[in-house]
């Protein structure tokens, strides 16, 4: 029988959908403005366990856009603030922090084992390393990127080595380091990424596989490129 914490997201979701997602089993690359509405999005959804990688620490700077930022929490864990968070809001989900930045050494064993990733991070040599190895683990991959009013996402199957068509060579810091990161941009973008993610996890609906959407909020443009 169905919880009733979940009965809300039927009938968009099945009875079995909602079992299933249940034993699934998600991995979240950054804990910040993406990543915080994303971690929270899943486990209001019910995805059954979550992997929250970050080795960062809020500052006042955060407070601006990211959901898990409060000011008492300035100075502490980004990681274990989404593992709080999470056991207020849904005890049944099983939250694993990793108070850490991803790594050559470590990135296998954070992702390891995992139904699908979440792409949270502010930077493209993290990023990088996780397509790779995303590829050679199998692991389906799930891109956000925001920069003001703008944004972009996609999903990267293995194989895919989607961030050499859409990233120059060279680049590290993205766009919103000039553009800046305001509270709705993440907010929009990551519940994106949480539909793409939902989508892989049940094999269902049209994903954003080779093909980049991007989404200008100022003008409200919403544009589909194959990749």
């Known amino acids: 029988m169905i919880k009733e914490r979940y009965r809300r997201n ?5 009875e079995s959908e909602i079992e299933r997602l249940a034993s699934t089993k998600v991995c979240v690359v950054g804990c910040g403005g993406l990543g915080g509405h994303v971690i929270e999005m899943l486990g209001r959804l019910g995805v059954g366990s ?6 960062d620490v809020f500052d006042e700077s955060n407070l601006n856009r990211q959901i898990l930022s409060t000011e008492s929490l300035i100075g502490k864990s980004k990681a274990l603030a989404a593992a709080s968070r999470l056991a207020e809001v849904n005890s049944l ?24 990733v979440v792409d949270a991070l502010d930077r493209m040599q993290p990023r990088r390393l996780l ?11 799930v891109h956000g990127a ?26 590290d810091r993205g766009i919103e380091s000039e553009l800046g990161n305001p509270s709705f941009t993440p907010a929009v973008t990551a519940s994106i ?10 094999n269902r ?21 194959e990749l």
């Open 10 to 14: 039927m009938n968009m979701l099945s």
């Open 93 to 116: 989900i099983d939250v694993t922090p990793h108070f850490t930045f991803l790594n050559e050494e470590n990135c296998d064993d954070l992702i390891r084992g995992h139904d699908a």
């Open 131 to 141: 397509e790779a190895r995303c590829e050679a683990l199998g692991i389906p991959l």
């Open 205 to 225: 609906g049209e994903l954003l596989r080779n093909r980049l959407l991007t989404i200008d909020l100022l003008d409200n443009e919403f544009e589909i490129f």
């Open 50 to 55: 979550l992997t929250v990688i970050d080795g």
């Open 193 to 202: 990424q949480v539909s793409e993610t939902l989508k892989l996890l049940l």
């Open 146 to 171: 925001i920069g003001g009013w703008y944004a972009q996402v996609c999903t990267i199957l293995p194989g895919d080595r989607i961030f050499s068509r859409i990233y120059p060579a060279g680049t």
